[in-house]
């Protein structure tokens, strides 16, 4: 088993990794998920993710740059779910923004 990293961010990013592996799952499973039609909820709530991923202790240590590589490897992996959603969500969502 390898050692866990003693740099907050490394642990930080390769926990982000391991969530990411797990939307590519759902995605192959044909589940989707709903992502708000606005681009600030949505960004809003991809943000939030990101932060609740991180533990308590790591936050202090985590940089801006860190949190934003982490807010797009997210949102890369949410967005392409998008597709797998029922035909009336994506048509809401194309209103606002061209999946």
Known sequence: MA???ADPQARFLDRI???VR???SLQSA?????LPADERQRTQAIEMVVR??????ELSHL???TLRIA???VREHLEAMQA???HDVQYRNRIKRNW
């Open 71 to 73: 807010t797009e490897r």
């Open 17 to 19: 990794d391991r969530r």
């Open 52 to 57: 609740l991923t991180a533990r308590q202790s």
């Open 63 to 65: 940089t801006a740059d």
């Open 3 to 5: 050692e866990p990293s």
């Open 84 to 86: 797998v959603l029922p």
């Open 22 to 24: 797990y939307l590519k």
């Open 30 to 34: 044909g589940l989707g998920v709903y």
